[in-house]
């Protein structure tokens, strides 16, 4: 009896066609292998299983998710490390040329280069030793992320004591100028640095030979800095008629109920030592100058009136003082009545 032809063969428009056994079986084996897969069929069952909702209906793209799944976010984490170090390659690459730049120009202008290296430190407490200070700005500076390589950037440190002022010398022009951003720091539970540049400082000079402006990137949050240097600023606040025995730990504390102080500056007689009887502040928000203003002008310090008022930057940046109660409208002025006396 004569094979039959497989099912899948037999055509319902007429009779059995007369087939050879060698064709039968050729086409029995086409049928049994299996289907190419095609984008539609791959796509379904991707969406049947979830992949595709998760790679946003592009079959390509779930198919390189499904196979990696782990794979992406190390790979992302790869290219930032190496991005990274090319930065920081770049970064060592521009600090060599330019400390060749400073060592020949100090061959030929050490007078100078050296300023520039240098920075002014006044305010300190009485008893404050060369090595004390030099270790408090290595700390410091390091915990803001200001210095450029390991090790300690404080290369000498001299300490005037009968005058309460130092000058520190770094190992580069750029970690002098990150120690400006140490201005206000603590030091010693209640005094503050005072960082400036020395008078002989060339700021012209000085470009040629590294950055003149702090690092935009260091971090300065964990220092609890007050700048002694109180920006002009349409918030900059002027406080006159303190008493000259009062230090700048009591001139803040009378402050701070009202804001925290990004600056703060008591201006000092250097012939006596006492302040001169007025101050100037800026707080953190804007806000809080006219609390203070309206809170604090009038009120009674030592036997006479507290004044309290905006400072003003007139033309030729001469500074003067609004008038009128701080310039303040009625609105803002203290409900309070007459001003406390304050001891």
Not at 166 to 193: I, K, Q, T, W, Y
Not at 248 to 269: C, E, I, K, Q, S
Request: charged share 15%; proline share 10%; hydrophobic share 45%.
């Amino acid at each position: 009896m004569p094979d039959s032809p497989p099912p899948g063969l037999l055509s319902s428009a007429g009779p059995t066609p007369n087939l050879h056994p060698l064709s039968v079986s050729s086409a029995a084996a086409a049928a049994a292998a299996p289907t190419p897969p095609t984008i539609a069929g791959l796509a379904a069952a991707m969406a049947a299983t979830g992949v595709v909702g998760a790679a946003g209906g592009d079959p390509s793209a779930a198919m390189l998710t499904a196979s990696t799944p782990a794979a992406a976010p190390q790979q992302r984490i790869a290219d930032l490390e190496a991005q990274v170090a090319r930065l920081s390659a770049s970064l060592e690459h521009y600090r060599a040329a330019c400390a060749a730049v400073q060592a020949r120009y100090q061959l030929f202008s050490p007078d100078v280069a050296r300023p520039a290296r240098r920075v002014y430190i006044g305010g300190l407490p009485m008893g404050t030793t060369s090595d004390d200070l030099a270790a408090h700005v290595n700390f410091v500076l390091a915990l803001a992320g200001g210095t450029i390589c390991p090790g300690a950037p404080v290369t000498s440190c001299t300490v005037f004591s009968d005058r309460a002022y130092a000058f520190v010398e770094l190992r580069s022009v750029e970690e002098a100028s990150n120690c400006m951003a140490l201005d206000g720091v603590p030091f010693r539970d209640s005094a503050r640095l005072r960082v400036r540049r020395p008078n002989n400082y060339d700021a012209a000079a000085a470009m040629l030979l590294g950055p003149t402006s702090p690092d935009p990137g260091m971090d300065g949050s964990r220092l609890g800095a007050v700048r002694t240097a109180v920006p002009d600023t349409p918030h900059k606040l002027f406080m006159g008629g303190l008493p000259c025995d009062w230090d700048a730990v009591r001139v803040r504390a009378l402050l701070a109920p009202y804001g925290t102080l990004t600056a703060f500056n008591l201006v000092m007689d250097k012939a006596t030592g006492n302040s001169k009887g007025y101050a100037f502040a800026e707080f953190e928000a804007p806000g809080a100058t006219d609390y203070a203003i309206a809170a604090l002008a009038g009120a009674v310090v030592g036997g006479k009136p507290l004044t309290i008022k905006r400072a003003v930057i007139g033309p030729g940046g001469v500074m003067s003082v609004e008038g009128g109660g701080g310039g303040m409208s009625p609105l803002m002025r203290s409900p309070l009545g007459p001003r406390p006396m304050l001891s």
